[in-house]
């Protein structure tokens, strides 16, 4: 990874901002405990816990082929959709295992949700039935007379309201591509989820979109946790709270190096590799 790439220009975003009083938060506290994961025969991670804290940006970082995007899909049961996948260990949501054989699937994906790399809106539905297919997907029921009200409330949450309160019936695919993975994070948002993962959401994206996903992000974290995976440095430094640094040796299955707050992780990591990862030296 390189140190100047083409979003390196965005100027630092403002730091995270206060929850607002009231009640107890709902946030949720997500814990990966001693997860080892295999497609067939061939170990793809080997023992890896972490804990993403409730209210925060959890950024997992790392060179290609280290597993940050297997784990991911751990964390809400993806993993267990390829034919040839297993799967040790536990994920704790505020305590619970969503592995738990009592735990069902739609449960788990209902609590948290999934952003992927390339958006992927419904083309042929219009902005509003993208934003209201979560609720389908997931089996989710609104009372009619509240869909609209949920519509606007996801896409102000996902920072595209403005842009197109005036074109909810126009298809979705018709967006550009920063748009696109808005419109995507508020069908994700419209089913309430407790956490919100994000495989690489901005790598198909140009600065401008990029920039304004991340504050996106920084928003959302006051009422959502958020786990981000990113190859872009410069990005998890602006966004996250803490970092994972995954790693594979050749032939090995990944493992955490390293993870702590974030400002520790680039400034003052505690392993070596940490350091000269985060610092373009290799990946």
Same mark, same amino acid.
Request: aromatic content about 4%.
């Given at each position: 990874?390189?140190?100047?790439? &083409?979003?390196?220009?965005?100027?630092?975003?403002?730091?995270? !901002?206060?929850?607002?009083?009231? !009640?107890?938060?709902?946030?949720?506290?997500? &814990?990966?405990? *001693?997860?080892?994961?295999?497609?067939?025969?061939?170990?793809?991670?080997?023992?890896?816990? @972490?804990?993403?804290?409730?209210? =925060?940006?959890?950024? @997992?970082?790392?060179?290609?082929?280290?597993?940050?995007?297997?784990?991911?899909?751990?964390?809400?049961?993806?993993?267990?959709?390829? !034919?040839?996948?297993?799967?040790?260990? &536990?994920? @704790?949501?505020? =305590?619970?295992?969503?592995?738990?054989?009592?735990?069902?699937?739609? *449960?788990?994906?209902?609590?948290?949700?999934?952003?992927?790399?390339?958006?992927?809106?419904?083309?042929?539905?219009?902005?509003?039935?993208?934003? @209201?297919?979560?609720?389908?997907?997931? =089996?989710?029921?609104?009372?009619?007379?509240?869909?609209?009200?949920? %519509?606007?409330?996801?896409?102000?949450?996902?920072?595209?309201?403005?842009?197109?309160?005036?074109?909810?019936?126009?298809?979705?695919? =018709?967006?550009?591509?920063?748009?696109?993975?808005?419109?995507?994070?508020?069908?994700?948002?419209?089913?309430?989820?407790?956490?919100?993962?994000? *495989?690489?959401?901005?790598?198909?994206?140009?600065?401008?979109?990029?920039?304004?996903?991340?504050?996106?992000?920084? *928003?959302?974290?006051?009422? %959502?946790?958020?786990?981000?995976?990113?190859?872009?440095?410069?990005?998890?430094?602006? %966004?996250?709270?803490?970092?994972?640094?995954?790693?594979?040796?050749?032939?090995? !299955?990944?493992?955490?190096?390293?993870?702590? &707050?974030?400002?520790?992780?680039?400034?003052?990591?505690?392993?070596?590799?940490?350091?000269?990862?985060?610092?373009?030296?290799?990946?």
């Amino acid at each position: 990874m390189s140190l100047t790439d &083409e979003t390196a220009v965005l100027p630092p975003l403002p730091p995270l !901002p206060p929850l607002p009083p009231g !009640p107890a938060s709902p946030l949720a506290t997500l &814990e990966a405990r *001693d997860l080892t994961a295999w497609f067939g025969d061939r170990k793809v991670l080997d023992r890896v816990s @972490l804990t993403m804290p409730a209210g =925060g940006i959890t950024a @997992l970082i790392g060179p290609s082929g280290c597993g940050k995007s297997t784990f991911l899909r751990i964390l809400n049961r993806m993993h267990e959709l390829v !034919p040839s996948a297993a799967l040790a260990g &536990e994920v @704790l949501l505020d =305590g619970e295992d969503i592995y738990d054989p009592s735990r069902r699937l739609i *449960d788990a994906r209902r609590a948290i949700g999934m952003v992927f790399q390339k958006p992927n809106p419904f083309p042929a539905m219009s902005i509003r039935e993208n934003v @209201l297919a979560g609720l389908r997907l997931t =089996g989710t029921r609104v009372p009619r007379a509240a869909k609209e009200e949920l %519509v606007e409330s996801c896409l102000t949450k996902a920072g595209l309201w403005a842009e197109v309160r005036d074109r909810l019936d126009a298809p979705g695919g =018709g967006l550009s591509g920063g748009q696109q993975q808005r419109l995507c994070i508020a069908r994700s948002l419209a089913v309430r989820p407790r956490v919100l993962l994000m *495989d690489e959401p901005c790598s198909a994206l140009d600065p401008t979109s990029t920039r304004v996903i991340e504050e996106t992000m920084l *928003d959302l974290a006051r009422e %959502v946790t958020i786990v981000i995976v990113t190859h872009n440095m410069q990005q998890a430094a602006r %966004v996250s709270t803490q970092c994972a640094f995954f790693l594979a040796a050749q032939g090995t !299955p990944g493992v955490i190096v390293e993870h702590g &707050e974030t400002t520790a992780m680039f400034g003052s990591p505690r392993d070596q590799r940490t350091h000269d990862y985060v610092n373009g030296r290799f990946g």
